[in-house]
C-alpha cells in the first residue's frame, strides 16, 4: 500500500492487471477516508500497518477460511442421522462458496482459470493417495468420485485462491525471481513425485533442495499501507506452509479426513506434513504466475 494523497495510492491499490474488484474498491475507499490523517510515523503507525496487514491477509484467506468454518459446524452440529450425508452437505456448502466469490466479484475471471486448474490437479492426486491408503474421508455420500468426496478438491482451491487474492491485495513485486520456465519444471517434478515416490525412490529432499536453489535469492515486496516491506520469498513459503498444516490439524480433528495414525485416535498431523505442503505450494505459486508474471520493483 502507499500514502494517502499521492495520485491512485489506496490501501488495496493494484498494480495494472490486478485490480481490486468493486467490493473491494468499495472497501478500499472506506479504509482510506478512514485512515486518512493519521500519523505516519511513531508506535500509531506501526500499529496502523499491522492492522490493515491482518485485515489484507484475512480478505485474502477468505475462501480457506469460510471452508474450514464449513468442515468445523459440519462436524459439531451437522446431525449424523440427516437425509444428507455430511460430506455431500460440505460439498454443496463449497459450490455455494465458489459461486458467491464469482457472484459478488471477489474473484475475477482469469483467477478462477487457476483455482480451478489447483481443484483438478488436487481432486486427481486425491484419487491417487486415497487409493493407496495415504488418508482416507469417510465412505457417505453420493457427490464424490470413488473414494474422494468432492469438497476436497475446494481445499485445493482454496490454497489457489489465497495466492491469487494476496498477489494483488499487496501488488507483489520480486527481485532475482527465477525464470518461469525454470519454476516450471521445478513444479512438474513436485507433482510427479506426490505419485512416483510410493513406487521409486522419493526425491523430496532434492526438490526442496531445488526450491532453495531457485528463490533463495529472490526477495519479496510488498505494499501495505504507507509501508512497503521486503522479505526472503523462501521465509514467505516456508510460513505459508505452516500455516496451512495448521488449518490441517483442525481439519482432520474435525474428521474431514483422518491419516492411517489417526484412525484409532486423533493425534497430530506428523511435521513432515510441512515439508509436504511448502512443495504442494510451489505448484501453487507457479501456477499463479502463469497469470500474473512476476513484476520487479522498478516496474511501471
Not at 18 to 42: F, M, V, Y
Not at 254 to 275: C, H, M, R, T
Amino acid at each position: 500500500m502507499s500514502a494517502p494523497g499521492r495520485s491512485g495510492d489506496h490501501v488495496g491499490d493494484a498494480a495494472p492487471g490486478r485490480q481490486l474488484t468493486g467490493l473491494e474498491r468499495t472497501i478500499d475507499r472506506a479504509a482510506n477516508r478512514l485512515l486518512a490523517g493519521k500519523p505516519a510515523s511513531g508506535a500509531r503507525a506501526v500499529l496502523i500497518e499491522a492492522a490493515v496487514f491482518l485485515l489484507k491477509q484475512a480478505w485474502a484467506c477468505i475462501f480457506g477460511a469460510l471452508m474450514l468454518v464449513v468442515i468445523v459446524a459440519a462436524r459439531l452440529w451437522y446431525p449424523d442421522d440427516a437425509a444428507l450425508a455430511r460430506n455431500d452437505a460440505m460439498t454443496i456448502a463449497a459450490v455455494a462458496i465458489q459461486i458467491a466469490m464469482l457472484v459478488f466479484r471477489l474473484e475475477s475471471g482469469r483467477e478462477l482459470w487457476v483455482i480451478v486448474l489447483f481443484h483438478i490437479t488436487g481432486t486427481v492426486m486425491e484419487l491417487f493417495k486415497t487409493d493407496v491408503g495415504s488418508w482416507a474421508y469417510a465412505a457417505d455420500g453420493v457427490l464424490r468420485i470413488g473414494a474422494v468426496p468432492l469438497f476436497s478438491g475446494f481445499m485445493y482451491a482454496a490454497v489457489g485462491s489465497y495466492m491469487v487474492r494476496v498477489y494483488r491485495l499487496h501488488d507483489l513485486r520480486f527481485t532475482r525471481y527465477p525464470p518461469i520456465w525454470a519454476t516450471t519444471i521445478a513444479a512438474i517434478a513436485i507433482y510427479a513425485n506426490f505419485y512416483t515416490h510410493h513406487y521409486i525412490f522419493d526425491a523430496r529432499w532434492i526438490l526442496l533442495a531445488v526450491v532453495v536453489l531457485l528463490w533463495a535469492p529472490t526477495i519479496m515486496h510488498f505494499r501495505i499501507w504507507r509501508a512497503t516491506l521486503r522479505v526472503p520469498l523462501l521465509l514467505v513459503f516456508a510460513g505459508v506452509a505452516l500455516f496451512i498444516w495448521i488449518a490441517e490439524n483442525i481439519a482432520t480433528l474435525s474428521g474431514a479426513w483422518l491419516y492411517p495414525s489417526q484412525v484409532d485416535g486423533w493425534e497430530f498431523v506428523s511435521g513432515q506434513k510441512i515439508i509436504s505442503w511448502f512443495l504442494l505450494m510451489i505448484i501453487s505459486v507457479v501456477m499463479v504466475t502463469w497469470v500474473y508474471r512476476p513484476r520487479r520493483p522498478d516496474d511501471a
